[in-house]
C-alpha cells in the first residue's frame, strides 16, 4: 500500500498520481455503494411481505438518504481541519451494523433504524474517501474523482443484481451474506487509513500541490455558483431518484415483467451510469467542466422525454443512454465545485455528497406519494422534464488556473 518512497519530497508526493490508492479507494468504494444499493433492490420484496406502502418504501430511502445527508458537511468540514484516516473504516462499520439489522427487520420501523445506520456509514465514508482521491489525484482531480466515483456506481450497479440472485429468490434474511463485503471493505479502508496518515495528509497537500485555482470571482458570485450547482444537482438526483427507487416498479406495471426480469434492467441503466462516471471526469479535464455539466444534465433531456413513450426494448436502450449522459455531470460538478472554494475540499464534498444523498431521499419521499395518488407511469412522465433545469449552467463563470 506504499507506493512513495522514503525520500521523496513532500511537493513530489502530491504532485504524483497514486493509481495504486485511487483504485483501492475506488473498490471501496464500490463495496461501500453496493451494500447501499441493496435497500431499493429488496424493495418489491419487503413491499409485499410487510404490505408497505409507496409512500412507506418512499419514507425507507428518504430515512437513509437524509442521514446519509444532514452529517456529510460537518464531517467534511471538521475533517479539512483535523483529517481522520481511520474514520472510514469506522464507516464501514456502521454499514456492517445497518446490513445486520436489515437481515433481521421484522417490521417497518426497525427498517428504517437498520437503513439510517447504512446511512451515518455513507456520511463519514465519502467526505473522507473523496479527499483521499483529491489526495492521490497528482493534480488530475477529474479523473481522481471519476475513478472513485465509478467505484460507486459500479457497486450500485452490481447490488441489485446479487440482490435478484441472493436475497430476493431466498428471503431477507439472506442480506446478511452482504456483511462479508463491509467486513471487507472494513480491512481494505483500514489499510488506505495507514496510507493516508503516513504519505499524503491534508496539511502536506496543501503545503506541496503547487496548484492554485485563479478564478478572479467576488465571494458573492461564488455563492451564487454553488447554488447554480446544487439546483443541478437537484435536477439530477431527482431524476436519478425515479429511476433508482421506482424504475422496477415502472417496468412491473408497463410490461408486466417478474421481479428478477426487472432487476437485470435495472442492472443495465445503473451499469451504463458507472460507464458514464469515468467519462466524465478526464473529459472536464480536458474540454472544461462547464462545457460538460451543460451537456450532461441538459442534454440528457431529449432521451428523458422519450422513455415514457417507448416500448420495452427502447425503454432498455434509453435508459442505457441517459445513465451515461447523466452521470458524467457529478465528477465534473464536484471538482468545479472544488475550484470555486480551494483548500475546503472535505467540507464541498460532503456538501455536494450530503445534497445528492439528500435530493434523492427527498425525491424518492415525494415520487412514492405521487405514485400513490396517480400512477407510476406519470411520475416518469413528470420527472422527464427535470433536466431541462440544466439549461442554467449557462450563468457559470469560467475558471482558469495559474
Not at 489526495?135 to 446479487?162: C, D, H, T, V
Not at 451474506?177 to 480491512?187: E, Q, R
Request: charged share 10%; aromatic share 12%; net charge positive.
Amino acid at each position: 500500500m506504499n507506493p512513495t518512497t522514503g525520500t521523496a519530497t513532500p511537493r513530489a508526493l502530491v504532485n504524483t498520481t497514486v493509481f495504486p490508492i485511487l483504485f483501492t479507494i475506488s473498490f471501496a468504494h464500490l463495496l461501500n455503494d453496493m451494500l447501499q444499493s441493496v435497500i431499493p433492490s429488496i424493495y418489491p420484496l419487503i413491499k409485499s411481505n410487510l404490505q408497505l406502502t409507496f409512500s412507506q418504501i418512499g419514507l425507507i430511502t428518504f430515512t437513509f438518504q437524509i442521514t446519509a445527508s444532514l452529517l456529510q458537511p460537518f464531517v467534511g468540514q471538521y475533517t479539512d481541519k483535523y483529517p481522520k484516516p481511520y474514520s472510514l473504516a469506522i464507516g464501514m462499520g456502521f454499514s456492517l451494523a445497518g446490513l445486520v439489522t436489515l437481515s433481521m427487520a421484522a417490521g417497518f420501523y426497525t427498517i428504517l433504524l437498520a437503513v439510517a445506520l447504512l446511512g451515518v456509514g455513507s456520511s463519514i465514508f465519502h467526505p473522507e474517501a473523496s479527499r483521499v482521491a483529491h489526495l492521490a489525484s497528482g493534480g488530475k482531480r477529474g479523473l481522481a474523482q471519476s475513478i472513485f466515483q465509478l467505484g460507486g456506481n459500479a457497486g450500485s450497479a452490481l447490488g441489485p443484481l446479487l440482490a435478484a440472485a441472493i436475497i430476493i429468490p431466498h428471503g431477507q434474511s439472506n442480506a446478511i451474506w452482504f456483511s462479508v463485503a463491509a467486513i471487507l471493505g472494513i480491512i481494505v479502508l483500514s489499510k488506505v487509513g495507514v496510507w493516508y496518515k503516513d504519505h499524503l495528509i491534508l496539511r502536506t497537500a496543501k503545503k506541496g500541490s503547487g496548484e492554485v485555482v485563479d478564478n478572479g470571482l467576488s465571494k458573492t458570485t461564488v455563492v451564487i455558483s454553488i447554488i447554480i450547482l446544487l439546483v443541478l444537482i437537484f435536477s439530477k438526483y431527482f431524476y436519478m431518484a425515479s429511476m433508482s427507487s421506482y424504475f422496477t416498479f415502472y417496468l412491473i406495471d408497463k410490461f408486466h415483467l417478474s421481479v428478477q426480469q426487472s432487476q437485470l434492467y435495472l442492472f443495465i441503466f445503473l451499469g451504463s451510469v458507472a460507464a458514464g462516471t469515468l467519462l466524465g471526469g478526464p473529459l472536464g479535464d480536458r474540454f472544461g467542466r462547464k462545457y460538460i455539466i451543460w451537456i450532461s444534465i441538459l442534454g440528457v433531456a431529449p432521451f428523458t422525454l422519450l422513455l415514457p413513450h417507448v416500448n420495452l426494448f427502447w425503454t432498455g436502450i434509453l435508459s442505457a443512454i441517459i445513465g451515461i449522459i447523466l452521470a458524467s455531470a457529478f465528477s465534473a460538478i464536484l471538482v468545479y465545485a472544488q475550484e470555486l472554494v480551494p483548500g475546503k475540499v472535505g467540507m464541498i464534498a460532503g456538501l455536494f455528497f450530503g445534497f445528492a444523498f439528500g435530493m434523492g431521499g427527498l425525491g424518492s419521499a415525494l415520487l412514492g406519494k405521487l405514485a400513490d395518488l396517480t400512477s407510476i407511469g406519470y411520475v416518469f412522465k413528470v420527472c422527464a422534464y427535470l433536466p431541462l433545469i440544466g439549461i442554467i449552467t449557462g450563468f457559470l463563470p469560467g475558471l482558469k488556473k495559474k
